[in-house]
């Protein structure tokens, strides 16, 4: 059972430092150039290859890859499923609420006079409206602080925040979301699961002998 939000925070502490100089790092971004800037920045720098890998890399950040995460989990820990798939569903809902409250257009709508100065990825659908924040890549951070929370081994927790760059990268490369909108789902799924996490795994039921057993360990007895 955690303590509270330091115990949480010594426990994803291989991912949570470092994110914290990359979110200050983006924030300097932004001070210093504009949304337009940050985008064509990364939008002219483009290859065949990244085409081909970021529509696969962003599927990464769909809720499906949290879901069935839970799923495996539940095979061994209800706890870890219930904090995995309650994760999700918290910071998805935050997502889907702020998305409909602010309704930002996509960089596609965004900057409809300049599609001709726009790469595209062939074959993948644009979307168009509520941009913001980058639903992908809150699942992706809420994802990988769980998975280093869970994890025994907390070495993870470098590899989990690059697996969440990488989403959210994708994100932008595909020109589905703008630099402010990963910036902000990112913060999202971090600091929202950081703050789900220390709430739940704090409940008594949670840490009960019957919680910490899974499908196959309840078979087996």
Known sequence: MNTGAKDVLHRVRTLFIPYIF????????????SRSEIYFA???????????????VTHLGDG?????????????????????????????LTAQVLKYL???PRPRIYFEDQLDKIHFVKGLYILAVHSFPSGHT??????????????????WGFAMLIFAMMVGYSRMYL?????????????????????WLTYLDSRKFINSPGWCRGLLKSSKD
């Not at 990359?22 to 150039?33: E, R």
């Not at 799923?71 to 998805?92: D, G």
């Not at 809150?138 to 070495?155: D, G, I, R």
């Open 22 to 33: 990359l979110l200050c790092a983006c924030l300097i971004i932004k001070l210093l150039y």
């Open 42 to 56: 990364v939008n002219r720098h483009y290859t065949d290859f990244l085409d081909t890998v970021e529509p696969y």
């Open 64 to 92: 499906w890859t949290m879901i069935v995460l839970a799923a495996i989990l539940l095979l061994f820990s209800y706890r870890a499923a219930l904090l995995t798939a309650t994760s999700y569903a918290v910071t998805a």
């Open 102 to 104: 602010f309704d930002f």
């Open 138 to 155: 809150v699942t992706a951070f809420s994802m990988a602080m769980v998975v280093t929370y869970l994890v025994k081994n907390k070495n």
């Open 175 to 195: 020109s589905q979301h703008f630099f402010e909108d990963v910036m902000a789902g990112s913060a999202i799924g971090v600091f929202v699961t950081l703050v």
